[in-house]
């Protein structure tokens, strides 16, 4: 992917809580403004607006205000109103849900357009779990381990969210599965993963990253490190 003057954040899971507030902190800062976008497209079928409501009072403890957008279909995906809010976004927060809905909704759709374009910009996209893996390509397929196609915002690179408590043979299975030119970044919850227009990734939160590559051996990394991908 080209260079831009955006901000990235990829989270292993567990957002909108008390370990994940000095990286929100930051992603609001380097946002520039007080305002975030909250798309809870992923948990259109588990309450999305529970997700608002969470990340509501949670950026209210951090001087934020949250700009619900609820984008649950295909159909909300087109809406030039949803459209329109996004590409003057300057903080959007993807929460956690089911990643195949959540492609489904956003793969080559206008308000996708609009979200890479703000990013372009200068804009903070965060995405959590399902979001951190969708926003991937290759994407870790949640039925199995396997792997599918994502939207390719961060090409050559796979995200295995909740690295640290998920089930020990999906993991095993992605790790397996993993194609020779492609990295897979197993990421805590409560972690992430930060990216601005240097290129770097960085982790930060409470946990750590650990990169996969073929054939070699899997190499753990803690808040502060800089990742080689």
Not at 16 to 30: H, I, Q, V
Not at 83 to 108: I, T
């Amino acid at each position: 992917m080209k260079s831009t003057a955006g901000t990235l954040a990829l989270v292993g899971g567990g957002e909108w809580t008390d370990p994940c507030r000095a990286f929100d902190e930051r992603l609001l800062e380097r946002s520039g403004g007080a305002d975030v976008v909250v798309l809870p497209t992923a948990a259109a079928f588990e309450h999305p607006e529970r997700a608002i409501e969470h990340a509501t009072e949670w950026f209210t403890k951090l001087g934020a205000k949250v700009q619900p957008l609820m984008v649950l279909n295909r159909r909300d995906a087109e809406a030039d109103g949803n459209v329109r809010a996004m590409r003057s976004a300057k903080f959007v927060y993807l929460a956690d849900g089911s990643p195949l809905h959540l492609r489904s909704v956003l793969k080559g759709s206008e308000l996708y357009g609009a979200m890479v374009h703000a990013y372009e910009r200068g804009g903070v996209i965060a995405a959590s779990g399902a979001g951190a893996t969708v926003l991937c390509d290759p994407m870790v397929d949640p039925r199995g381990g396997a792997y599918t196609v994502g939207l390719g915002l961060v090409p050559g690179l796979a995200v295995f969210p909740y690295h640290g408590t998920v089930a020990d043979h999906l993991r095993e299975r992605s790790i397996d599965l993993l194609a020779s030119d492609a990295t897979l970044l197993g990421v805590d919850e409560q972690t992430a993963m930060v990216r601005d227009s240097t290129d770097a990734w960085e982790v930060v939160g409470a946990g750590s990253v650990t990169l996969y590559r073929k054939g070699a051996k899997p190499k753990t990394f803690k808040p502060g490190s800089s990742l080689p991908v």
